[in-house]
């Protein structure tokens, strides 16, 4: 599968974005997605996590309560609507795939789980 993130932007503090990943390929209903992200001088870290169906997901503690992912299998996005952006969110996020197999309730947090990754987009939230 490969993967297409967009969305990203300069917003001030307080702002919103909707960052979106397209999926092309087969079966996308096999894969759990994750967005990630990687600020300059750090690693990579987990932000959220679905299942293939959508009715799991998990969050990374710094975002719980303002970001949410979401996916369509019919049209093979994934989204992460980010609300109440702070300036620690700046980063390039990243958008990942897992191949867990049909039905695999999996949404890992890790990222050695995941097999594909989009090429990122670029957030900046200015104070």
């Known amino acids: 599968v490969q993967l297409q993130a967009s969305g990203g932007g300069l917003v001030q503090a307080g702002g919103s974005l909707r960052l979106s990943c397209a999926a092309s390929?087969?079966?996308?209903?096999?894969?759990?997605m994750g967005w990630f992200r990687q600020a300059p001088g750090t690693e990579r870290e987990f932000v959220a996590s679905?299942?293939?169906?959508?009715?799991?997901?998990y969050y990374e503690d710094s975002v719980k309560g303002r970001f949410t992912i979401s996916r369509s299998n019919t049209e093979k996005m994934v989204y992460l609507q980010m609300n109440n952006l702070k300036p620690e969110d700046t980063a390039v996020y990243y958008c990942?795939?897992?191949?867990?197999?049909?039905?695999?309730?999996?949404?890992?947090?890790?990222?050695?789980?995941?097999?594909?990754w989009g090429q990122g987009t670029q957030v900046t939230v200015s104070s």
């Open positions: 990942a795939a897992d191949h867990v197999g049909w039905g695999v309730t999996r949404a890992s947090k890790s990222r050695s789980d995941y097999d594909y």
């Open positions: 390929g087969s079966m996308f209903s096999n894969y759990a």
């Open positions: 679905i299942n293939w169906s959508g009715t799991t997901t």
